[in-house]
């Protein structure tokens, strides 16, 4: 995959990484301020290859993995976090780092009870209570894996790609584009919808124990959900605003946690 853009290290910014199971998740802080990347494995800020940017002394504030590490990557263990450096409540020892970091900075954003739902390759549903301890969630694939899974196992069906627009399954008004014609249209529009769903029943369930408990969406297919999830929320009064979308939480719980030299 093609670098995004060029990008020069600059000796002032800081830097955090998150490796994903698809992708590596990139952040910086400098000068100019906050600028977030998201890259092939091995590649870095701006789409560059990493053994340029450490040629030209890129240094991590931080970092986290739930995917996989190359060999000889080069990064710094001292700057690694794990679960023991997040301070979540009562998190077991199996859940993914990328789970606390999300469910721990919507918790200290929102004060109070949090369901964080990331949208990545796995769809994960994180949940917080009030005083701050991980009490459970839901996992289900993601929207390429399960438009692959639909693929690789069915004889007719082609291999789909992830609607990037809203348009591409829900046009305004949320009626016309909900039953499209063509077949990868129509796989597009219902893994979309099937995870706005199961988010949205999720929200239900969570507001008949804790009326006060605040949705956090996150994640690369997050934009695409977004607008499913507001207009279902929308559409029942009293539920305006109880949606926040922040795109890029666990490197921002990355920062706030490991906020770098002179931050």
Known sequence: MAPEAAY????????????????????????DGWRTWHAPPGFGIGGAPLAALRKDGLKLAGWAAVGPIPDQVGLDDSARMGL???????????????????GWRAWQLSGAPVLVADAGTALSLTRVDAAGQFVGGRLMAGAALQLRALAEGTAQLPQARVPKGTADCMPSEMAAGLWPMET?????????????????????????????????LTGGDGAQLEPLL?????????????????PDLALEALAALRPGPGR
């Open 84 to 102: 023991a450096d997040i301070p979540l409540q009562a998190m077991p020892p199996w859940l993914g780092v990328d789970r606390a970091l999300v």
């Open 8 to 31: 020069e290290v600059a000796p002032e910014a800081a830097h955090w990484l998150l490796i994903g199971n698809s992708r590596w998740h990139w952040a910086s802080q400098g000068l």
């Open 184 to 216: 990868e249209a129509a796989m597009g529009s219902g893994v979309l919808w099937g995870m706005a769903g199961a988010i949205a029943l999720a929200a239900q369930q969570v507001w008949a124990e804790q009326p006060d408990c605040q949705i956090w």
């Open 230 to 246: 507001a207009g279902w929320l929308g559409a029942r009064s009293g539920l305006e605003g109880r949606l926040q979308w922040a």
